[in-house]
T-cell receptor, first 111, second 115 residues
Framework: EAGVTQSPTHLIKTRGQQATLRCSPI?????VYWYQQALGLGLQFLLW???????NRGNFPPRFSGRQFPNYSSELNVNALELEDSALYLC??????????FGDGTRLSIL | AQSVTQLDSQVPVFEEAPVELRCNYS??????LFWYVQYPNQGLQLLLK??????LVKGINGFEAEFNKSQTSFHLRKPSVHISDTAEYFC?????????????FGRGTSLIVHP
């Protein structure tokens, strides 16, 4: 069974640009979660999608947005990038209330 | 609201020694509890989970954890660690009811196993 896959592995952008990160969940999982893991701050919850709908979002500005497609894959978009957006972005998937399974993340670096 | 405190940011230990990584949580409702491990340049892998039932939970790689409701703790233990256990460990808690499944993670404990 393929795990959660994220692309790209690394992404380098400059301030003000826009970034798009992608996630494919485990087959059969309908929920996708996005987290930001910045150095020293642990995992911060960003967004939760289930059955194509945004179910909840964390305490992040509106320039962090995303969507979930009919095949349950998901995109995270970050507009107007700032230096502090540099982090590892992790995607996780789950089925209903079962534990989450994580991808290996996208390392976003802002120059 | 729920919160998780991992009391130690770093735990150094020698190979084959026992280890305990501490986790305390706060929540006003019943909870699900998890421990995850993160190896360098990888995502998080589920070590073990407590959903209900026996308070002693056994996970992968020889780890176990005990849910203590009165002390609101969920400490992770291993009787004998290996070099390969060197990693970051995260404790997480979520409310035990459908529709609220967004775990809150602790800041992590770095386990460093020395030869």
């Amino acid at each position: 069974e393929a795990g959660v896959t994220q692309s790209p592995t690394h992404l380098i952008k400059t301030r003000g640009q826009q970034a798009t990160l992608r996630c494919s969940p485990i087959s059969g999982h309908t929920s996708v979660y996005w987290y930001q893991q910045a150095l020293g701050l642990g995992l911060q919850f960003l967004l939760w999608y289930d059955e194509g709908e945004e179910r909840n979002r964390g305490n992040f500005p509106p320039r962090f947005s995303g969507r979930q497609f009919p095949n349950y894959s998901s995109e995270l978009n970050v507009n107007a990038l700032e230096l502090e957006d540099s982090a590892l972005y992790l995607c996780a998937s789950s089925l209903a209330s079962q534990p989450q399974h994580f991808g290996d993340g996208t390392r976003l670096s802002i120059l | 609201a729920q919160s998780v405190t991992q009391l130690d940011s770093q735990v150094p230990v020698f190979e084959e020694a026992p280890v305990e990584l501490r986790c305390n949580y706060s929540s006003s409702v019943s909870v699900y509890l998890f421990w995850y491990v993160q190896y360098p340049n990888q995502g998080l892998q589920l070590l073990l989970k407590y959903l209900s039932g026996s308070t002693l939970v056994k996970g992968i790689n020889g780890f176990e954890a005990e849910f203590n409701k009165s002390q609101t703790s969920f400490h992770l233990r291993k009787p004998s660690v290996h070099i390969s256990d060197t990693a970051e460990y995260f404790c997480a808690v979520s409310e035990g009811r459908r529709g609220s499944y967004i775990p809150t993670f602790g800041r992590g404990t770095s386990l460093i196993v020395h030869p």
